[in-house]
């Protein structure tokens, strides 16, 4: 930590000093001409020429006297102002991030600071391993662009931000954000960069993750196949029948396939656009889908909430949840109750009375799926850690 500090510090005053080069060049002009019209043209000692531009003595000439005036009032005034209008106006904290991030080496590279994203970031913090964010939204990086911490603001998918977080040397690359796209394009340029890495691929679908993960010798991992194989789990140890689950994503379907498959009774509350979600395993049947109002009692009567062993909810609406957490109790009181969440706080609220539930986080699961394959071993972080 304390070498963190150093490095930081000395990067804060390499920045400080590109800003303000031109004031800088100014002073230096003014004392190097002074100093030279002092011993030259006045013939002053070269020494009495250093004290009087230190003001340890007085040049009682008439320049001597204009040199005096000139630096109290116009030199120094005008210089001050302008030093302390770039640092209150230029200075910005992510800047000094951009330069740390360039001079890593044998660190993680983090794109996208998703929640996958963000959970990583926090990892390597706790274990003082080096770690670059690079994100285009100042608003999602704020906290690590407050905190000075390597930082690249631009888009993961562009050669000039992967050269800026310096992937060419580094260790592991991790690409938080999920879309096919966005997989593709980064991959194909890390590896351009750096054919060495290890490198982690997310992807929701499974079969082009895996295709992404050939061609360009990374790791696959989805985050909602992972939650969705928790809840399948947990199914399995509590003898669930039937369950009604809320959602509209790809874990909503996800978890729906898995439960399907093992014989237990599902239905899908409101949500037509499942239908069109494309993921391995058996399409879903018509019956699986239930139309209306997610938060209406009669749609929760018509879905089987009251006869339920588990009800899910996959949405990523906090304040959605807690109504629906509510509303759930209201007519069922024993069923088993899982809700995804991305943030601890918010886990904290739903585990309580009256909504008594279990929490499940995709990207928690990712990250820990990750450690426990070893993907962070080359930075010193062993498959032994959990959270």
């Given at each position: 930590m304390?070498q963190?500090n150093?490095?930081?510090h000395?990067?804060?005053?390499?920045?400080?000093?590109?800003q303000?080069?031109?004031?800088?060049?100014?002073?230096?002009?003014?004392f190097v001409?002074?100093?030279?019209i002092?011993?030259?043209?006045?013939?002053?000692?070269w020494h009495?020429a250093?004290?009087?531009?230190?003001?340890?003595?007085?040049d009682?000439?008439?320049?001597g006297l204009?040199?005096e005036?000139?630096?109290d009032?116009?030199v120094?005034?005008?210089?001050?102002s302008?030093?302390?209008t770039g640092?209150?106006?230029h200075?910005?904290?992510?800047q000094?991030?951009?330069?740390?991030?360039?001079?890593?080496?044998k660190?993680?590279?983090?794109?996208?600071?998703?929640n996958l994203?963000?959970?990583?970031v926090?990892?390597?913090?706790?274990h003082?391993?080096?770690?670059?964010?690079?994100?285009?939204?100042?608003?999602?990086?704020?906290?690590?662009?407050h905190?000075?911490h390597?930082?690249?603001?631009a888009?993961?998918t562009?050669t000039?931000?992967?050269?800026?977080?310096s992937v060419e040397?580094?260790?592991?690359?991790?690409?938080a954000?999920?879309?096919?796209?966005h997989?593709?394009i980064?991959?194909?340029?890390?590896?351009?960069?750096?054919?060495k890495?290890l490198l982690?691929v997310?992807?929701?679908?499974?079969?082009?993750g895996a295709?992404?993960?050939?061609a360009?010798?990374?790791r696959h991992?989805?985050t909602?196949r992972?939650?969705?194989r928790?809840?399948?789990?947990?199914?399995?140890?509590f003898?669930?029948r039937?369950c009604?689950?809320?959602?509209d994503?790809?874990?909503?379907?996800?978890?729906?396939q898995?439960?399907l498959?093992?014989?237990?009774?599902?239905?899908?509350v409101?949500?037509?656009?499942a239908?069109?979600?494309?993921?391995?395993?058996?399409p879903?049947?018509e019956e699986?889908?239930v139309?209306?109002?997610?938060?209406a009692?009669?749609?929760?009567?018509r879905?089987g909430?009251?006869?339920a062993?588990?009800?899910?909810l996959?949405g990523?609406?906090?304040?959605?949840?807690?109504?629906?957490?509510e509303r759930?109790?209201?007519?069922?009181?024993?069923?088993?109750v899982i809700v995804r969440?991305f943030?601890?706080?918010?886990?904290?609220?739903l585990t309580?009375?009256p909504?008594r539930a279990?929490?499940?986080?995709?990207?928690?699961?990712?990250?820990?799926?990750?450690v426990?394959?070893g993907?962070?071993?080359?930075v010193?972080?062993?498959?032994?850690?959990?959270?």
């Open positions: 304390m963190w150093r490095r930081r000395r990067v804060r005053a390499q920045l400080l000093l590109r303000n080069r031109a004031a800088i060049a100014v002073v230096l002009l003014w001409t002074n100093y030279w002092f011993t030259a043209i006045l013939r002053r000692p009495q250093l004290w009087v531009l230190a003001y340890f003595e007085h009682t000439s008439r320049w204009f040199y005036t000139m630096s009032f116009v120094f005034g005008m210089v001050m302008v030093v302390a640092i209150s106006r200075y910005r904290p992510e000094t991030g951009a330069i740390l991030a360039k001079s890593l080496r660190h993680v590279v983090v794109v996208g600071y998703s994203g963000h959970r990583v926090e990892l390597c913090h706790k003082g391993v080096d770690v670059v964010v690079v994100d285009p939204n100042l608003e999602r990086v704020q906290p690590i662009a905190q000075e390597p930082l690249v603001l888009d993961g562009t000039e931000a992967l050269e800026a977080a040397h580094a260790a592991v690359v991790i690409l954000e999920d879309g096919v796209e997989g593709a980064a991959a194909r340029r890390v590896r351009a960069l750096n054919d890495c982690v997310r992807c929701s679908d499974d079969d082009v295709v992404l993960a050939r360009y010798h990374a991992v989805s909602a992972l939650a969705a928790h809840v399948e789990q947990y199914a399995q140890k003898s669930v039937r009604v689950i809320f959602g994503n790809s874990l909503t379907v996800r978890v729906a898995r439960l498959s093992k014989g237990v009774t599902v239905r899908i409101g949500i037509p656009h239908k069109q979600l494309a993921h391995d395993g058996e879903l049947a699986c889908f139309p209306g109002d997610p938060a009692p009669d749609t929760h009567r879905a909430v009251p006869q062993d588990l009800v899910v996959t990523e609406g906090f304040g959605q949840s807690l109504v629906l957490c759930i109790r209201d007519v069922n009181t024993t069923a088993r969440v943030h601890e706080d918010a886990a904290g609220i309580q009375k909504f279990e929490v499940v986080s995709s990207s928690r699961h990712a990250l820990r799926s990750l426990q394959e993907i962070f071993e080359s010193g972080i062993s498959r032994e850690i959990t959270d």
